[in-house]
């Protein structure tokens, strides 16, 4: 038995031990999750006792957190978006800066737009597809994905945010044949070139789907083909969204470009002022 500010405390200092870069917060956001309360029943009632099963049960996650398994996989759950998602190791745990791809869509379509319809092209666990149906009630969100395991969790996640009615799912290799038009193509495909991959932390590759991450030599294997196949599929006036990595401006700016359907090319940066939304709109 202990209480939960000495299991915080002890449990911070086996994190640290075991090199996690933030053991406080990695602690605080396990053990939240553990008895599926929240900071602010941590914070009041730091005297809690927890029985010896609790402890027991929570060590076991302790130890995986110091094997480097990433604490949302461990959880079992991410908030994106301010909404909580489902995750498992068949997919991408969503990260931060995706958010910026959702910002940069919300700037065109939201809650007044009608009839729209958009695509979402390796949704993961859905959070891009997901995110966008809660904020748009009148789209149709078709998501696509190559891993059958990740558009099992994609559903599950559109039915806990009640998108799932809005939403139609495929598997298959980016577009496939039954989708048909589309006002709006959002994606955040792989991008990592094949000789970056290896260098990538150890918590990534131990853990996350390599076919989430590899792109090709230049990384941009999945940018090309959306550039060239979306401007079929985009309707005239329709707007494209792609998350890119680093470095990856001139080269993405280009491929659209040499489309020559494509006009309104921009880039934005995230927060922590990285290139990563690439943007067009199809030419009337
Ligand atoms: N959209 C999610 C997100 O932002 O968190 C996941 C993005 S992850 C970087 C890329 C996704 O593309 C993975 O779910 C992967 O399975 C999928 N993928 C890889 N190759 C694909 C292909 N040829 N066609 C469709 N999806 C593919
Ligand atoms: N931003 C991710 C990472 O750092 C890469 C995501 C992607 O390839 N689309 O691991």
Redesign the pocket.
């Known amino acids: 038995m202990m209480d939960i500010r000495t299991l915080l405390h002890q449990t911070t200092r086996k994190l640290a031990a075991g090199g996690s870069p933030s053991p406080r917060l990695d602690a605080e956001v396990l053990l939240m999750s553990f008895l599926k309360t929240d900071r602010l029943q941590l914070c009041v009632h730091p005297e809690r006792i927890l029985t010896e099963e609790e402890c027991a049960g929570f060590s076991l996650w302790v130890d995986r957190r110091r094997q480097g398994e990433p604490v949302a996989y461990i959880t079992g759950e991410k908030e994106f978006w301010s909404l909580l998602f489902e995750v498992n190791r068949d997919?991408?745990i969503?990260?931060p800066e995706?958010e910026c791809l959702i910002e940069e869509v919300l700037k065109y379509y939201g809650p007044e737009s009608d009839d729209l319809r958009i695509i979402?092209?390796?949704?993961?666990?859905g959070?891009?597809g997901v995110a966008l149906a809660v904020e748009i009630p009148a789209a149709i969100v078709v998501a696509?994905?190559?891993?059958r395991g990740?558009l099992e969790v994609a559903r599950r996640n559109a039915d806990r945010h009640g998108a799932a009615g809005r939403m139609e799912f495929f598997e298959g290799?980016?577009f496939t044949s039954a989708v048909g038009e589309v006002d709006v193509i959002v994606s955040?495909?792989?991008y990592i070139p094949d000789d970056v991959y290896p260098l990538l932390p150890e918590g990534i590759r131990a853990f996350e789907?390599r076919?989430?991450?590899i792109a090709g030599p230049d990384g941009a294997a999945f940018h090309r083909k959306i550039i060239r196949e979306g401007a079929g599929l985009l309707k005239p006036g329709g707007r494209i969204f792609l998350e890119i990595g680093e470095g990856q401006k001139g080269l993405v700016d280009s491929l659209f470009r040499d489309e020559g359907c494509y006009t309104d090319i921009y880039f934005r940066k995230d927060y922590g002022g990285m290139e990563r939304v690439a943007a067009a709109r199809r030419k009337i």
């Open positions: 997919v991408l969503p990260r995706t979402d092209i390796g949704t993961g666990s959070a891009i696509t994905d190559i891993s990740a290799s980016l955040n495909p792989p789907p076919e989430a991450l």
